[in-house]
């Protein structure tokens, strides 16, 4: 019976952190800023705690809940009033710019050089005279604008035209064709048997990824 409980429980506490996770939104898990870092690991610990709460479950649920509901009433008013988020969250600083950088912003952002120069590397920057500002971010991250002769090309810069470009749809996946989206983009499979024999399958068994853009064009990728 105690084991039974502590299933049901255990069902309860991922149902309780769906819905919460639903109403504070996709934020929660896209990027964290600090006040979504905080109530996260608050409510995952609390959902521990109701999976084997057998005596009294509703008070770990109810804190739960509480904490999700201030959540999404801090978001709310961070909507509202911007300056709630300012408080809250922080705002970005520019750590560096034109060749210098700023030790009083890095204090203020609790960073320190090797820090820094570790975010520049994860963002492909290991020379930092490639990079004309760095701004460290709410949510931890550092955002780099390069110098103008660093940047890369784009066909503007070439006087290009490219085609403008399509999203594919995905038309076969693990080897089923996905009828609806063949239907959708005005296709059949009768087209489709035609796209396989041309590039040399015999069914869409064989394809693992099959893909097609708005002017027909597909692509078929076979797995290891």
Not at 197 to 211: C, D, N, P, R, T
């Amino acid at each position: 019976m105690e084991i039974l409980q502590v299933i049901l429980t255990s069902v309860l506490s991922v149902v309780a952190l769906f819905i919460i996770g639903k109403l504070m939104g996709h934020k929660q898990i896209a990027q964290l800023d600090f006040f979504d870092y905080i109530t996260g690991i608050t409510i995952g610990s609390i959902a521990a705690e109701l999976a084997t709460e057998l005596q009294k479950p509703w008070k770990p649920l109810l804190a739960m809940l509480v904490y999700g509901l201030f959540a999404v009433c801090m978001s709310i008013m961070e909507n509202k009033l911007p300056r709630i988020r300012k408080y809250a969250n922080g705002i970005p600083t520019i750590i560096f710019e034109n060749g210098k950088i700023s030790r009083q912003n890095m204090k203020k952002a609790k960073l320190d050089l090797s820090e820094f120069l570790l975010l520049c590397r994860q963002a492909g920057y290991f020379d930092l005279s490639m990079i004309q500002t760095a701004v460290y971010e709410y949510n931890g991250t550092l955002s780099i604008l390069p110098v103008s002769t660093e940047r890369p090309a784009t066909p503007a810069d070439l006087n290009l035209s490219p085609q403008k470009e399509s999203i594919y749809t995905a038309i076969i996946m693990d080897g089923r064709i996905q009828g609806d989206k063949l239907k959708k983009m005005g296709l059949d499979e009768t087209w489709l048997q035609q796209q396989l024999k041309a590039q040399g399958y015999h069914s869409a068994k064989e394809v693992f990824l099959g893909l097609c853009d708005s002017n027909n064009t597909v692509q078929f990728y076979q797995a290891k």
